[in-house]
């Protein structure tokens, strides 16, 4: 049986004077993580403004635990957390008034799971906002987010700027908060390790549109490095999913999408030596697909 969607993008297009964001096509299921990567300026803020309901596509259309956005977004917004690096809270207020201020909105607000998180990520609710380290006030929206128990979490670029223990941190709770096997997570950011240590799906964006959109399993396990010895000088097979080729003298190394274990003898029977076969992580792939991507812009604009 299919299960319900988070969160349904279909045909997606926003224009801006200086940034078009075009057809974005991108779902995932209940209980899920989704993983929305890309550079800065490629569009993911712009696909979670629209997701939170703050701005309308110009095209397309968009469902987020079943309300249409963003004119059912007051609905949605009940059952949805928002945690972003830069959210603003209250300089001259406490933590504590901010969980209060919650509260007063959130039925749903779990004061017992509040003094829990407050305990696991180290912060003090009386302490005010303005004496908050960057890591802390980080700390301080995740818990005002996952306090209500919402059933969808939207992350947008939670990590940035954060040092290695307080990522770790604010990954382990985003991890910890779906131990509910319903509650789903939408995870933008450009740190792939984020990404490929808790996401289920992983969508690449570039230049406004998605150029990869896949379960992560299915990324890692299709992408490989073939390394080659060329000593006659062959030319490299004609096949579509090479996505970079680079030469050092007799040496060559391949980048390949859409893997299977036919392709070595491709190579073999075009007269080359395959030396090795490697599994890329997902940061060398998704430097692969932004170098493509931009090429293929690029020939687009040159024609």
Known sequence: ?????????????????????????LSFEQGTVMGLV???????????????????????????????????????????????????LYESETIAFHMDFVRSIFDSWDDDYAQVLLRRLDLNEKQKVKGLSHGQRVKATLVLALARRPSLLVFDEPTTGLDPAVRKEVLDEMMNALADETRSILFSSHNTLDVEQISDYITFIYG????????????????????LTNPHNRPLPDLPNIKEAQQSGQIWTVTVNQ???????QFTQAGLTVTAVER????????????????????????
């Open 1 to 25: 049986m299919d299960l319900p969607l988070a969160i349904q993008c279909e045909g997606v297009s926003k224009r801006y004077p200086h940034f078009h964001l075009q057809n974005v096509d």
């Open 38 to 88: 890309g550079p800065n300026g490629a569009g993911k803020s712009t696909l979670m403004r629209m997701v939170m309901g703050l701005i309308g596509p110009d095209s397309g259309s968009i469902r987020v635990l079943g309300h249409a956005m963003p004119h059912d977004q007051i609905a949605a917004k009940r059952h949805i957390g928002f945690v972003a690096e830069d959210m603003r």
């Open 208 to 227: 406004g549109r998605v150029v990869e959109s896949s379960n992560k399993e299915d990324f890692l396990d299709g992408w490989r490095r073939l390394r």
């Open 259 to 265: 893997y299977d274990d036919a392709l070595p003898a």
């Open 280 to 303: 890329l992580t997902l940061e060398e792939i998704f430097l692969s697909i932004v170098l493509s991507a931009k090429a293929n812009i690029q020939m687009k604009v040159a024609s």
